[in-house]
């Protein structure tokens, strides 16, 4: 089993409507738990920090579920410019310390 | 605040030559990371530095990589010999703290491109 998992996708949407994407880990030690969008061709960018009580960002809201051991992000109202791969990334406990572990991506098409 | 340099952009060699990418992370950034992006997949951490100290490198394949940060400050990545396997990007992020409790932020990347 992978230590971050995520469905590649891709997730095909129009416009103005809601998606989400779950990013299931392995090791209920990890802590710090981020998304991260990558445009084609380009570097990741962190796009917010998730926390068990929830973290909302304008259109973006990120939670975390230790309990079921996934981090989840929800995008309302999508737009064009939503296109890209969203990253999830978990701190994953390994020997003492901690090691930023990626998953491999979802891509989100949003389309007219 | 200048953001994290990497250089070449890209980089084309024929396998068994050696290449080494350089990487000068955020002013006063004590953690360093390189990993490696194959097309289609997530970035796998290469190793981490914690000033000039290494926190992992267990995924660091050390028969033909070697990484660097003699002063803390910029890092450099070889790879000696090059496999076509190697073809990737190369991507350099720093943090202030080691937990990257706030993320990180990455280079541009070079793009490797192995013959």
């Known amino acids: 089993r992978k230590e971050v998992e995520q469905d590649p996708g891709p997730f095909n949407v129009p416009e103005g409507a809601t998606v989400a994407f779950n990013c299931t880990y392995s090791n209920s030690a990890s802590q710090s738990f981020f998304w991260y969008r990558q445009d084609c061709r380009k570097e990741p960018k962190l796009l917010m920090s998730v926390y068990s009580s929830g973290n909302e960002d304008g259109r973006f809201t990120a939670q975390l579920n230790r309990a079921s051991q996934y981090i989840s992000l929800l995008i309302r109202d999508s737009k064009l410019s939503d296109s890209a791969t969203y990253l999830c990334v978990a701190f994953l406990a390994s020997g003492g310390s901690y090691i930023p572990t990626f998953g491999r991506g979802t891509s989100l098409i949003v389309h007219p | 605040e200048a953001g994290v340099a990497q250089s070449p952009r890209y980089k084309i060699i024929e396998k068994r030559q050696s290449v080494a990418f350089w990487c000068n992370p955020i002013s006063g950034h004590a953690t360093l990371y390189w990993y490696q992006q194959i097309l289609g997949q997530g970035p796998k951490l290469l190793i981490q530095?914690?000033?000039?100290?290494?926190?992992?490198d267990s995924q660091l394949p050390k028969d033909r990589f070697s990484a660097e940060r003699l002063k803390g400050v910029d890092s450099t990545l070889k790879i000696q010999p090059a496999k076509l396997e190697d073809s990737a990007v190369y991507l350099c992020a720093s943090s202030s703290r080691g937990d990257s409790s706030y993320g990180y932020t990455f280079g541009s990347g070079t793009r490797l491109t192995v013959v």
């Open positions: 530095f914690q000033n000039n100290g290494v926190v992992d």
